[in-house]
């Protein structure tokens, strides 16, 4: 299984073992199905991973979107947790909350936004826009983008990014200094990828089986509690609450 080392997704601890919200997840449901884990670190592109999955470098990607050109050459388990992806600005910039995508395109506001992955049909016209009018800066994980966002000067005025991976290299310490954009919180279902020649439809049926049985056992929950950043959780619950 490959993975990004990228806290609190996954990360190496102290001792040099492997934690972390979707590598707990995906260790709990794969060991539970009858699976033997191994890890695949070596840091790449999402494009990369991709391609390396295809060429059977590795069998399991976590964290996936389910697209039909996917499903060509891979098996999708049923969502295993809800990523979190936001829109945010640095508050010293003075925009409006309120603003979305397509005004802050029309206004020709800079996007700090992903080189890669799948956002959904909505995001990707305005990804192909925005580089077109060479505003677009392109980041290769969430860790990056926040470092680009705090640049000096800045590489944009919004950024698009992993909300769990971006409040983690906030640290507390400067929480306070940026702000979600309205209605740009996404929660989408987070799904292990895996390599059709990699499986059979029963081992899928077995993974399906144990997410099932993880999530009513609780266990799936209190990981992505344990290690999703306290403001992050706070944001969540305002957006079921509204």
């Known amino acids: 299984m490959h993975l990004d080392l990228h806290a609190p997704s996954a990360y190496l601890n102290s001792q040099a073992q492997v934690e972390g919200m979707d590598a707990d997840m995906a260790y709990q449901i794969l060991t539970r199905a009858g699976c033997k884990v191994s890890w695949h670190l070596q ?9 390396s999955l295809q060429d059977g470098h590795f069998d399991v990607m976590i964290r996936a979107s389910n697209t039909p ?6 098996y999708f388990s049923t969502p295993y947790r809800q990523e979190v992806v936001g829109v945010f600005s640095l508050k010293e910039s003075g925009l409006e909350p309120f603003l979305t995508l397509d005004s802050a395109l029309a206004q020709k506001l800079r996007l700090i936004g992903p080189a890669s992955g799948w956002y959904g049909e909505y995001f990707e016209q305005l990804r192909k826009r925005w580089r077109e009018s060479g505003l677009y800066t392109s980041y290769p994980d969430a860790a990056k983008a926040t470092e680009l966002l705090f640049a000096t000067p ?3 005025e919004l950024v698009l990014v992993d909300a769990d991976i971006f409040f983690h290299h906030l640290g507390r310490e400067r929480h306070h200094l940026v702000q979600l954009m309205k209605d740009r919180l996404m929660v989408t279902p987070a799904h292990l990828m895996l390599r059709k020649n990699a499986v059979e439809a029963e081992d899928l049926l077995a993974i399906n089986q144990a997410i099932q049985d993880l999530r009513e056992e609780g266990v799936l929950a209190g990981l992505e509690n344990r290690y999703r950043p306290v403001p992050l959780q706070q944001m969540l619950k305002t ?4």
């Open 69 to 74: 050109e996917r499903q060509q050459y891979a």
């Open 43 to 51: 840091p790449m592109t999402g494009a990369r991973i991709i391609r």
């Open 154 to 156: 800045s590489r944009g």
């Open 239 to 242: 957006r079921k609450d509204d």
